[in-house]
């Protein structure tokens, strides 16, 4: 009997399909072995990259510190230079006469290599805080040769979970070096704070003996209230956990507070400035003018007072030196 054409034809189908899978399977470990030569040469990369950094010569610490006085410190090791501070003199700077001359005396102490506190400078914004601290590494460092100069390195706030590295690389320097952190607090669930504790009291190595700490911030406890009472309500012994939280700011050895000026300490701090970059107005015209500038600012502060002396020596054509 003749086979029927049509029967024929599927198991023909089939064969042919069954030849091209093999061959389609032959494609795929290609491409995955391609990928993984790619993933090898990536590491191999990597690792003579790695190999490199690691063999390339360091700078010398003792050469960076003196090349400048003042050091912006980053978290990755780094310590970039500051030719120039934007820093105020320490004349101008009114109003805070009693925690002025107790900041230059504490620092000078330190300078000399005699016991000095740790300061934490608080209080109202714009009084001065940060412009202190600078001003006073400078006059300390007026008369000083070079190999007795302070220096100043700042630290930013987001960064204080690296102040331990910090302090590795400072402890071994013959220098002495006033830490610095503009505007220091911590909100919500933050736990770096526990960095800067153990640095400033508790860790086994504690504060080198050649480094003093510097912070500002408007808070006298450092912590936002919620923080304390978060702790408060959570913490199987309530009171031990807010004084966890408030113990912090114990750790500075000085409280400095600024409080927000008087109108004659406003105006004396307009005139300072004018007098000291020759801006000259009519006294009942300046008082005029910079109280109603501090209207308008809604507050009277040495920043307002800084502000206002810009606008009017813009306005007058004056040049403010240095500045």
Same mark, same amino acid.
């Given at each position: 009997m003749? =086979? =029927?054409?049509?029967? $024929?034809?599927?198991? &023909? ?6 030849r ?5 399977? $032959?494609?795929?470990?290609?491409a ?9 040469i990536?590491?191999?990369l990597?690792a @003579? ?5 690691? &063999? ?5 610490a ?31 700077l009114?109003?805070?006469e009693?925690?002025r ?25 714009g009084? #001065?805080?940060?412009s202190?601290? !600078?001003?006073?590494?400078?006059? @300390?460092?007026?008369?000083? !040769?070079?190999?007795?100069?302070? =220096?100043?390195?700042?630290?930013h706030?987001?960064?204080?979970e ?8 400072l ?10 952190c ?11 704070y ?16 050649n ?9 006298r406890?450092l ?10 309500? $959570?913490?199987?012994?309530? #009171?031990?956990a ?10 500075? #050895? ?20 004018c ?21 308008t ?7 307002? &007072?800084?502000?206002?002396t810009q606008?009017?020596? #813009? ?8 500045k």
């Amino acid at each position: 009997m003749s =086979k =029927k054409p049509g029967k $024929t034809r599927p198991h &023909a189908a089939s064969r042919a399909s069954s030849r091209e899978l093999p061959i389609a399977a $032959t494609k795929r470990p290609e491409a995955a072995s391609k990928h993984d030569t790619a993933e090898r040469i990536a590491h191999a990369l990597e690792a @003579i990259a790695a190999h490199l950094s690691a &063999a390339a010569p360091t700078p010398n610490a003792a050469d960076t510190f003196g090349s400048a006085d003042a050091f912006v410190w980053h978290p990755d090791g780094r310590l970039a230079p500051v030719p120039r501070v934007s820093r105020v003199d320490l004349a101008l700077l009114k109003g805070i006469e009693q925690v002025r001359n107790i900041l230059i005396e504490n620092t000078e102490r330190f300078a000399d290599g005699l016991p000095a506190n740790n300061a934490l400078l608080w209080g109202a914004r714009g009084m #001065g805080k940060s412009s202190l601290v !600078k001003a006073a590494h400078a006059s @300390i460092n007026v008369d000083r !040769k070079a190999a007795e100069r302070l =220096k100043l390195i700042e630290i930013h706030r987001e960064d204080i979970e690296s102040l331990p590295a910090l302090m590795d690389l400072l402890r071994s320097s013959d220098f002495r070096f006033i830490v610095f952190c503009d505007d220091l607090s911590f909100d919500g669930n933050d736990a770096s704070y526990k960095s800067l504790k153990a640095v400033l009291e508790g860790g086994i190595e504690g504060r080198p003996d050649n480094v003093i700490l510097y912070a500002t911030s408007n808070r006298r406890h450092l912590l936002a209230r919620e923080m304390i009472e978060n702790e408060r309500s $959570t913490a199987i012994n309530p #009171g031990e956990a807010v004084e966890e939280k408030v113990s912090l700011s114990d750790r500075f #050895g000085l409280w400095l507070g600024f409080h927000r000026c008087s109108q004659d300490e406003y105006l004396a701090m307009v005139k300072g400035y004018c007098g000291h970059f020759g801006i000259k107005l009519a006294d009942a015209e300046l008082d005029r003018e910079a109280l109603e500038w501090s209207t308008t600012r809604g507050s009277r502060s040495g920043r307002v &007072a800084w502000q206002f002396t810009q606008e009017l020596a #813009g306005r007058l054509g004056v040049r403010l030196a240095g500045k």
